[in-house]
């Protein structure tokens, strides 16, 4: 398999959910700006969508949306319980994060990188943001992830968004089970080699 990233974007939780799932992956990197490859193609070619993550299978067929491309992953390794089996309630509240992680945090975070998007715009998306993260730091009280005890490619997703908002300046304090959370899954070997491989950090 082939995922086509750029580093920090919301492609790293599905390269998180291939460094857990513990499958062999190519990484290639794209300059979303110029949508081109590191050897110069057309990223266009490869995802008509222009964006990151895009899955290039063994068998040639492109998986793109990041929810999607995780429950496959996950999917391939089931001994590693990343998602719920199939059809169980579990599986539809893994379902019901994933929606809520892409839908309700990532639409109101992503806008903050446009740089051509006023501030009070950016004060708007922002203070939604801030009502999502409230919202997930009061179902995590108890839990270790959001699923409960088992990590799940969920939190692979909603780690992402974390730091995005470390990034923008979110000011979380208060969130304590959110703070604590986002420390246990930064604290994960595979989530630090995935971090690694993107140069977000620097190998232990």
Not at 130 to 136: E, L
Request: charge should be positive; hydrophobic fraction near 45%.
């Amino acid at each position: 398999m082939k995922l086509y990233y750029s580093p920090g974007a919301c492609s790293l939780s599905p390269h998180i959910a291939l460094s857990e799932a513990g499958l062999p992956y190519e990484l290639v990197k794209v300059d979303l700006r110029a949508k081109k490859l590191e050897n110069g193609d057309d990223f266009w070619k490869v995802n008509p969508k222009g964006q990151v993550p895009a899955l290039a299978l063994d068998n040639g067929e492109l998986v793109t949306e990041g929810p999607v491309i995780v429950q496959m992953i996950a999917d391939k390794v089931p001994a590693k319980n990343l998602a719920p089996t199939r059809d169980s309630a579990e599986r539809y509240k893994l379902l019901e994060w994933l929606t809520y992680i892409n839908g309700e945090l990532h639409k109101n975070i992503g806008p903050l990188f446009n740089p051509m998007l006023a501030d009070e715009a950016k004060a708007i998306f922002k203070d939604r943001a801030m009502g999502k993260f409230k919202y997930v730091d009061s179902q995590l009280a108890g839990r270790d992830y959001l699923m409960g005890k088992q990590f799940t490619v969920a939190d692979g997703y909603l780690y992402v968004m974390l730091r995005w908002a470390d990034g923008m300046k979110f000011d979380l304090s208060g969130l304590n089970n959110l703070l604590a959370y986002k420390d246990r899954i930064a604290a994960r070997p595979k989530v630090q080699e995935a971090l690694v491989k993107e140069g977000l950090m620097k190998a232990a």
